[in-house]
Structures are given as structure tokens and as C-alpha cells.
């Protein structure tokens, strides 16, 4: 599953269908930790605007 | 008593109404459970399944669900690849009968595998030259992209959204879904279309066999196809049922016009790339292994002709052409009778192309294995429905689900 797991090889077959795999998986987390923080600096920015109000 | 939690404006049945009817589906999924723990605990003898015939009835429910799951994919694309902004309003269903189709395949699996303890070998230990370990890849990580594309809409609920963190975090995800949509299309496209490769590259079963294009038979195309297809119809099939349980219309009849006239053309030329392809093998690759056509449809007591009529011109042709027409796709029974079709037909053809498969006797001394399931079976497969259902009722009552809701029940 991963480079350093004893089993694997450097073929093409392990590339493409983990390549693929992570990199799928790679734009999901990517995604939701943009998400996720974007959210958190709102909220953090929600609450500093209301206390100055 | 639960009237807070109920999306503003909307009008739902009473708790203990609601109570009533989640508890009596509740009880046939608790009879699939039980099942389910049968499968586990005692082993796959459980099922009638035996070395002569080894798919259970629940590998058609795979099948079956992830086809007719495909609608919200194809939806996901259409609406936040292709822009076309009236999906929105059928878009959160679409994500949530998705969320309950491929759920309900990993639930599957898990009891196919009989041992769900070493489910995570197929990651670890995977076989990289295999159809299915792309399937299972696709399939895990495509779930997460229908879990992202749904947890907007549960952070929408009225109580959860107060919460600033939440209401920001649902605004956010909304502003990047296009991303997760994109990747839910090409996931979906690899497992949709391998799950029909595995059939297309089993050259010792002559019923399934294809030529096709580099490594993909041709199988590989008309699966994903046919679940774009067909994915919407039953889509629009479960919403009009939703609309009639809750006595209510909650998407405007140019929403389900758009989208029933798009799965219509992607039937027609669906069903038109099946016909050639059909013919194809029924005259150059069947005899070309020393078959003929008959051979798959006779000399048995259930697979005849009539299955391959069904498939192709009663369930796949009729509902094409009914969805094309404008006359007939704003006829409100003849558009339901075309979702009702359609969505049997593509379930007919996953259970032609995997249960069939396996009946049809190869070499000479073979016969046909045909196949009675055990109630374990039976109650697996049940089982899926009954949560489906339960899920449907209780993100409709409270979440807002269909934004057109409100405009249509004043």
C-alpha cells in the first residue's frame, strides 16, 4: 500500500492503481482541510467582528 | 416534540406517527441484521451458494445498487461540472439516495467477504493487476466523496446551523463542491466501468466475454454508461414515490422534465451501443469460441429469450423512447412507468451479467446452475431497502432536502 511496505514494487501496475488512489484521496483531504480551516479563520473572524461591534 | 429540529416552514407528520413508521421498517432491518450476523459468525455456509455456484443473490444487490446509485454522479456532474443550475433542486436527493446505494454496497461486501475483520487487506495486500481491487479503491473513496457531498446538507439542519463553525464550514463546502464532484466523476467512472470489465475479461465464460478498446472490453463503457443512464431515472423514481408517501410535490415538473429528457437520450444511445453490441457477440464472438446463441437461452428452465426482450426492448428501449418525446415525458404515468421500467432494467441487466453468467454450463458436461438463494440471502439483500428507507424519512423530516419544498406547499 505504501513505498515502504515490504511488498512493494516499483512496477507500473503499483503506480497507477495506487498513484490513482492517492491522488483521489489527496484532493479529498486537500479539500476538507481547506474547508475545515477557511471555517475555523470565519468563525475566529465572526466572533472578533462582533465583540469590536 | 421534535418540532425544533424540523426545517423552518415545513410541515411534517406527527412524532409519534413518524416513530410508527421508522419502527415497522425498523423490524425488517433488524431481520436483515440478524441475517447479516448469521454470515458472520457461522460462515458462508449460511447461504446456498456452494463450489459449483459461488455468487450470493447480495452480489446482484451490489451490483444493482451501485447502478442505480450512479445518479447522483452523473447528477453531481451535470449540475457542478456542466452548470446546469436547475439540478440544484434535485441535487441534495440525488447525494442522499447515492449515499444509501454505496453505503448499502460496502455493507455488501462486508458480508460477502464473510471475515469483514480482513477487509482492509484488499488496501494492504492489494492485487494491482485485479478489476476489483480497482473497484474496491474506487468504490471506498468514492463513499467519502458522497459522505463530503452530504455533510453540507446535515449541517443545514435548523439547531446544527446555528452553530457559526458549522454554518461557515457547510457555506465552504458548497463553495468548493465542484472539486469533489470532479473527483466523484472519475472515481465513478473506473468503478462503474470495471465492475462491468470483470465480466468482459472472463474468456472462459463465453456469455460475458468482449472484444474492446487497449485493456477495457467493451462491457468496461456500458456500465458506466448505462449507470448514467439509468442512475437518473432512479433518482426521479424515489423522489415521485417520496412525493406521494408524504403527500407533497417537492421539485418543480421542469426540474424532472431537464433531467428525465437527459436520462432519456443517455438511454437511447445506451441501448443503441447494447444492441450493436449484442449482435456483435451473438454473431462473431459466441460462434467464433464455438457458441451459439440458442445455447444461452434454452434447453434450461428459467433463462429464455424472454430475459434478453426484457432487457433490451421492454426495459431499456420503451423507456428511452417515452423520456425523448416530449408528449410522453410530461405524461405523468407514462413517466413513471418509464422510471418503474428503466430502473428494472438496468437491474435486470446486472443480474444478467452476473448471475447469468455463472448459470450457463461451459464445457460439455456442465449444466445449468440454477440457483434458489437461502432466506439469509433474501434477508441481506432486504436489508438495504429497509435502510434505505429509514434514512430517507429521517433526512427529510429534518433536513432541508428540497429547497423548492416550501414554494410548492403554501
Same mark, same amino acid.
Given at each position: 500500500?505504501?513505498?515502504?511496505?515490504?511488498?512493494?514494487?516499483?512496477?507500473?501496475?503499483?503506480?497507477?492503481?495506487?498513484?490513482?488512489?492517492?491522488?483521489?484521496?489527496?484532493?479529498?483531504?486537500?479539500?476538507?482541510?481547506?474547508?475545515?480551516?477557511?471555517?475555523?479563520?470565519?468563525?475566529?473572524?465572526?466572533?472578533?467582528?462582533?465583540?469590536?461591534? | 416534540?421534535?418540532?425544533?429540529?424540523?426545517? @423552518?416552514?415545513?410541515?411534517?407528520?406527527?412524532?409519534?406517527?413518524?416513530?410508527?413508521?421508522? =419502527?415497522?421498517?425498523?423490524?425488517?432491518?433488524?431481520? &436483515?441484521?440478524?441475517?447479516?450476523?448469521?454470515?458472520?459468525?457461522?460462515?458462508?455456509?449460511?447461504?446456498?451458494?456452494?463450489?459449483?455456484?459461488?455468487?450470493?443473490?447480495?452480489?446482484?444487490?451490489? +451490483?444493482?445498487?451501485?447502478?442505480? &446509485? &450512479?445518479?447522483?454522479? $452523473?447528477?453531481?456532474?451535470?449540475?457542478?461540472?456542466?452548470?446546469?443550475?436547475? +439540478?440544484?433542486?434535485?441535487?441534495?436527493?440525488?447525494? #442522499?439516495?447515492?449515499?444509501?446505494?454505496?453505503?448499502?454496497?460496502?455493507?455488501?461486501?462486508?458480508?460477502?467477504?464473510?471475515?469483514?475483520?480482513?477487509?482492509?487487506?484488499?488496501?494492504?495486500?492489494?492485487?494491482?493487476?485485479?478489476?476489483?481491487?480497482?473497484?474496491?479503491?474506487?468504490?471506498?473513496?468514492?463513499?467519502?466523496?458522497?459522505?463530503?457531498?452530504? #455533510?453540507?446538507?446535515?449541517?443545514?439542519?435548523?439547531?446544527?446551523?446555528?452553530?457559526?463553525?458549522?454554518?461557515?464550514?457547510?457555506?465552504?463546502?458548497?463553495?468548493?463542491?465542484?472539486?469533489?464532484?470532479?473527483?466523484?466523476?472519475?472515481?465513478? $467512472?473506473?468503478?462503474?466501468?470495471?465492475?462491468?470489465? %470483470?465480466?468482459? %475479461?472472463?474468456?472462459?465464460?463465453?456469455?460475458?466475454?468482449?472484444?474492446?478498446?487497449?485493456?477495457?472490453?467493451?462491457?468496461?463503457?456500458?456500465?458506466?454508461?448505462?449507470?448514467?443512464?439509468?442512475?437518473?431515472?432512479?433518482?426521479?423514481?424515489?423522489?415521485?414515490?417520496?412525493?406521494?408517501?408524504?403527500?407533497?410535490?417537492?421539485?418543480?415538473?421542469?426540474? !424532472?422534465?431537464?433531467?428525465?429528457?437527459?436520462?432519456?437520450?443517455?438511454?437511447?444511445?445506451?441501448?443503441?451501443?447494447?444492441?450493436?453490441?449484442?449482435?456483435?457477440?451473438?454473431?462473431?464472438? =459466441?460462434?467464433?469460441?464455438?457458441?451459439?446463441?440458442?445455447?444461452?437461452?434454452?434447453?434450461?428452465?428459467?433463462? &429464455?429469450?424472454?430475459?434478453?426482450?426484457?432487457?433490451?426492448?421492454?426495459?431499456?428501449?420503451?423507456?428511452?423512447?417515452?423520456?425523448?418525446? @416530449?408528449?410522453?415525458?410530461?405524461?405523468?404515468? +407514462?413517466?413513471?412507468?418509464?422510471?418503474?421500467?428503466?430502473?428494472?432494467?438496468?437491474?435486470?441487466?446486472?443480474?444478467?451479467?452476473?448471475?447469468?453468467?455463472?448459470?450457463?454450463?461451459?464445457?460439455?458436461?456442465?449444466?445449468?446452475?440454477?440457483?434458489?438463494?437461502?432466506?439469509?440471502?433474501?434477508?441481506?439483500? #432486504?436489508?438495504?431497502?429497509?435502510?434505505?428507507?429509514?434514512?430517507? =424519512?429521517?433526512?427529510?423530516?429534518?433536513?432541508? !432536502?428540497?429547497?423548492?419544498?416550501?414554494?410548492?406547499?403554501?
Amino acid at each position: 500500500m505504501f513505498p515502504f511496505s515490504f511488498e512493494w514494487i516499483w512496477d507500473m501496475g503499483h503506480v497507477v492503481f495506487f498513484g490513482g488512489l492517492w491522488y483521489a484521496v489527496g484532493i479529498l483531504g486537500a479539500g476538507m482541510t481547506y474547508c475545515l480551516l477557511k471555517a475555523a479563520c470565519d468563525t475566529i473572524n465572526d466572533s472578533d467582528n462582533k465583540t469590536s461591534h | 416534540m421534535d418540532s425544533a429540529l424540523i426545517p @423552518k416552514g415545513a410541515k411534517r407528520c406527527s412524532f409519534p406517527k413518524f416513530t410508527i413508521g421508522i =419502527a415497522i421498517v425498523s423490524a425488517v432491518l433488524l431481520w &436483515g441484521v440478524y441475517a447479516m450476523f448469521l454470515c458472520w459468525f457461522k460462515g458462508l455456509n449460511q447461504t446456498n451458494m456452494n463450489d459449483y455456484y459461488g455468487f450470493a443473490l447480495w452480489i446482484w444487490a451490489d +451490483l444493482a445498487v451501485i447502478a442505480v &446509485g &450512479g445518479g447522483a454522479f $452523473f447528477t453531481g456532474l451535470l449540475r457542478y461540472i456542466l452548470k446546469v443550475d436547475e +439540478l440544484k433542486n434535485i441535487i441534495n436527493f440525488a447525494v #442522499i439516495i447515492g449515499f444509501i446505494c454505496y453505503s448499502s454496497a460496502l455493507l455488501i461486501l462486508a458480508i460477502d467477504i464473510g471475515q469483514p475483520l480482513r477487509g482492509w487487506f484488499i488496501f494492504w495486500h492489494a492485487n494491482v493487476h485485479s478489476m476489483l481491487t480497482e473497484v474496491a479503491f474506487c468504490l471506498s473513496a468514492y463513499f467519502a466523496v458522497l459522505t463530503i457531498e452530504f #455533510i453540507p446538507n446535515i449541517l443545514e439542519n435548523r439547531q446544527v446551523n446555528k452553530v457559526p463553525f458549522f454554518h461557515h464550514l457547510a457555506h465552504n463546502m458548497h463553495g468548493v463542491m465542484a472539486v469533489f464532484a470532479a473527483t466523484g466523476a472519475f472515481l465513478s $467512472f473506473f468503478h462503474q466501468g470495471s465492475l462491468g470489465g %470483470v465480466a468482459g %475479461v472472463l474468456f472462459g465464460r463465453p456469455f460475458a466475454v468482449r472484444e474492446g478498446l487497449l485493456i477495457w472490453p467493451w462491457t468496461f463503457f456500458l456500465f458506466t454508461w448505462s449507470a448514467a443512464a439509468f442512475g437518473p431515472c432512479f433518482t426521479l423514481l424515489i423522489t415521485k414515490i417520496t412525493e406521494v408517501i408524504t403527500g407533497k410535490k417537492l421539485v418543480k415538473d421542469n426540474v !424532472v422534465y431537464l433531467l428525465a429528457k437527459i436520462s432519456g437520450w443517455m438511454i437511447i444511445t445506451y441501448i443503441t451501443a447494447k444492441i450493436i453490441d449484442t449482435i456483435y457477440w451473438a454473431m462473431v464472438t =459466441a460462434p467464433s469460441l464455438g457458441f451459439t446463441l440458442s445455447h444461452f437461452y434454452t434447453d434450461n428452465s428459467f433463462y &429464455g429469450y424472454w430475459i434478453l426482450v426484457t432487457e433490451i426492448i421492454i426495459c431499456g428501449v420503451v423507456p428511452g423512447l417515452i423520456l425523448i418525446m @416530449k408528449s410522453t415525458r410530461e405524461n405523468p404515468t +407514462l413517466r413513471i412507468i418509464a422510471f418503474v421500467l428503466g430502473t428494472i432494467g438496468i437491474c435486470l441487466n446486472r443480474w444478467v451479467m452476473v448471475l447469468q453468467i455463472m448459470a450457463v454450463p461451459v464445457m460439455s458436461f456442465d449444466t445449468w446452475a440454477l440457483y434458489i438463494p437461502s432466506w439469509q440471502e433474501v434477508a441481506t439483500t #432486504i436489508l438495504p431497502v429497509a435502510y434505505g428507507i429509514i434514512l430517507i =424519512a429521517i433526512a427529510y423530516r429534518y433536513l432541508p !432536502v428540497f429547497p423548492q419544498e416550501k414554494e410548492l406547499n403554501r
